[in-house]
T-cell receptor, first 112, second 113 residues
Framework: DGGITQSPKYLFRKEGQNVTLSCEQN?????MYWYRQDPGQGLRLIYY???????QKGDIAEGYSVSREKKESFPLTVTSAQKNPTAFYLC???????????FGPGTRLLVL | AQSVTQPDIHITVSEGASLELRCNYS??????LFWYVQSPGQGLQLLLK??????LVQGIKGFEAEFKRSQSSFNLRKPSVHWSDAAEYFC???????????FGKGTLLTVNP
């Protein structure tokens, strides 16, 4: 089955700790995206990547980092600089025309 | 800058009733418009999209939406709602060659038996 997988489903972060969220797609899509979702706020773009080894900041990139070493993978690291990391994180991808984005199942990050 | 407004935060309908969820967008040219649905704790599923052509778009699960340029609207409709349609619905806009997808804040749909 083609699709987008995110792991883990739930992730717990301790104070001062960096954590990494995984996103993998087997749709052969060129572009990948990370969004943050807070209750009543819709989705906000953190980072996006249109091709391998290239990525750009979205609207709320502070406290986050990404890499794009492989076409199918776009991991997101939530660093200790992100003071309010509790949220639902969604990964998406789109084909070379980048018209339609398809979403993964999400990872919920909680702070201990 | 593009933006999306979903005026209704929460809507409750009875099963079998008709449904219309409102979406207004702001963008200077013809936008790409989308409706997504999200069940609790899940990712977003694409219901339908409008890029050009016929302004009435059919989607999955019996949903349709109509693009009205004069009103800057893209309202989602369903003639008869099922209990399984209870979820949160998001309208989104993407401008032309701009990669960026801007979302509304969502409308939560509750379906009463």
């Amino acid at each position: 089955d083609g699709g987008i997988t995110q792991s883990p489903k739930y992730l717990f972060r301790k104070e001062g700790q960096n954590v990494t969220l995984s996103c993998e797609q087997n749709l052969n899509h060129d572009a990948m995206y990370w969004y943050r979702q807070d209750p009543g706020q819709g989705l906000r773009l953190i980072y996006y990547s249109q091709i391998v080894n290239d990525f750009q900041k979205g609207d709320i990139a502070e406290g986050y980092s990404v890499s794009r070493e492989k076409k199918e993978s776009f991991p997101l690291t939530v660093t200790s600089a992100q003071k309010n990391p509790t949220a639902f994180y969604l990964c998406a991808s789109s084909g070379h025309t980048q018209e339609t984005q398809y979403f993964g199942p999400g990872t919920r990050l909680l702070v201990l | 800058a593009q933006s999306v407004t979903q005026p209704d935060i929460h809507i409750t309908v009875s099963e079998g009733a008709s449904l219309e969820l409102r979406c207004n967008y702001s963008y200077g040219a013809t936008p790409y418009l989308f409706w997504y649905v999200q069940s609790p704790g899940q990712g977003l599923q694409l219901l339908l999209k409008y890029f050009s052509g016929d302004t009435l778009v059919q989607g999955i699960k019996g949903f349709e939406a109509e693009f009205k340029r004069s009103q800057s609207s893209f309202n989602l409709r369903k003639p008869s709602v099922h209990w399984s349609d209870a979820a949160e619905y998001f309208c989104a806009v993407r401008g032309g060659s701009n990669y960026k997808l801007t979302f509304g804040k969502g409308t939560l749909l509750t379906v009463n038996p």
